[in-house]
C-alpha cells in the first residue's frame, strides 16, 4: 500500500527558517515524482514543485521559484520542503504527493499545516 | 500564469447528474490528455477521481467521468449522492509544470 506521512504541524515567527517532511512507504520512492501542493486557508489548491528522487530532478512553479527549495533523501524515502525565511503569507497547509508521472498526484500525504504568526 | 477556470459552485438532487467545466488554453489543456479531477472533503486530503482525462483510479466508481474538447475538460457525475457533497478540482500538466483549477464547491440538495 503507497503511503505518505508527513511531519507535524509547525508555529513559527515571520522570518524563521522550516523545513517538513514527507516519507514515502508501499512504493519505489526513486521512481515516482513526489510533488508539493499549498492550500491556504479557505483556498483551492496550489501546485508549488515536484522532485524526481532517482535523479533529483526539480521544477518549480513560477510562483514559487525562489520561495521554497524542495529536496529529497532517497536513502530514507523522504522528500523535503523548506524555507529559509517564513512569511505570515505562508500560513497554509501543505500536502506533498506522489505519482508515476509528472503530475499533481496519485497518493497524498495527510498534510502539515504551517502557522507563521509573530 | 493563470489557473484553470472552473463554476465557483455546482449543484445537485440525489440521483441526478451533473457536469462540472474546467477551462484552460491550448498551452495546458489544449495541448495534453493529461487533466486529472480531486475530490476533496472539508478537513481532508485530496483524492483522486480521474487521470489522463478520463481514466478512473481503481476504487474509484463508475458514477465519476471525465472528458474534454478543446481547450475544456469535464467531470460528470452520475447519480448523485449525499457523500458526493464536497470540493472538486481539476489539474492539467502545462509543460514542465501543473496547474490546478480554482476548485468548485458541490452541493448536493
Known amino acids: 500500500e503507497v503511503q505518505l506521512v508527513q511531519s507535524g504541524a509547525e508555529v513559527k515567527k515571520p522570518g524563521e527558517s522550516l523545513k517538513i517532511s514527507c516519507k514515502g512507504s508501499?512504493?519505489?520512492?526513486?521512481?515516482?515524482?513526489i510533488g508539493w501542493v499549498r492550500q491556504m486557508p479557505g483556498k483551492g489548491l496550489e501546485w508549488m514543485g515536484i522532485?524526481?528522487?532517482?535523479?533529483?530532478?526539480?521544477?518549480?512553479s513560477p510562483s514559487f521559484q525562489g520561495q521554497v527549495t524542495i529536496s529529497a533523501d532517497k536513502s530514507i524515502s523522504t522528500a523535503y520542503l523548506q524555507w529559509s525565511s517564513l512569511k505570515a503569507s505562508d500560513t497554509a497547509m501543505y500536502y506533498c504527493?506522489?505519482?508515476?508521472?509528472f503530475g499533481a498526484g496519485d497518493y497524498w500525504g495527510q498534510g502539515t499545516l504551517v502557522t507563521v504568526s509573530s | 500564469q493563470s489557473a484553470l477556470t472552473q463554476p465557483a459552485s455546482v449543484s445537485g438532487s440525489p440521483g441526478q447528474s451533473i457536469t462540472i467545466s474546467c477551462t484552460g488554453t491550448?498551452?495546458?489543456?489544449?495541448?495534453?490528455?493529461?487533466v486529472s479531477w480531486y475530490q476533496q472533503h472539508p478537513g481532508k486530503a485530496p483524492k483522486l477521481m480521474i487521470y489522463e482525462g478520463s481514466k478512473r483510479p481503481s476504487g474509484v466508481s463508475n458514477r465519476f467521468s471525465g472528458s474534454k474538447s478543446g481547450n475544456t475538460a469535464s467531470l460528470t457525475i452520475s447519480g448523485l449522492q449525499a457523500e458526493d457533497e464536497a470540493d472538486y478540482y481539476c489539474?492539467?500538466?502545462?509543460?514542465?509544470?501543473?496547474?490546478f483549477g480554482g476548485g468548485t464547491k458541490l452541493t448536493v440538495l
Open positions: 504527493a506522489c505519482s508515476g508521472s
Open positions: 522532485i524526481y528522487p532517482g535523479d533529483s530532478d526539480t521544477r518549480y
Open positions: 508501499g512504493y519505489s520512492f526513486t521512481s515516482y515524482w
Open positions: 489539474c492539467s500538466y502545462a509543460g514542465s509544470s501543473i496547474m
Open positions: 491550448s498551452s495546458d489543456v489544449g495541448s495534453y490528455n493529461l
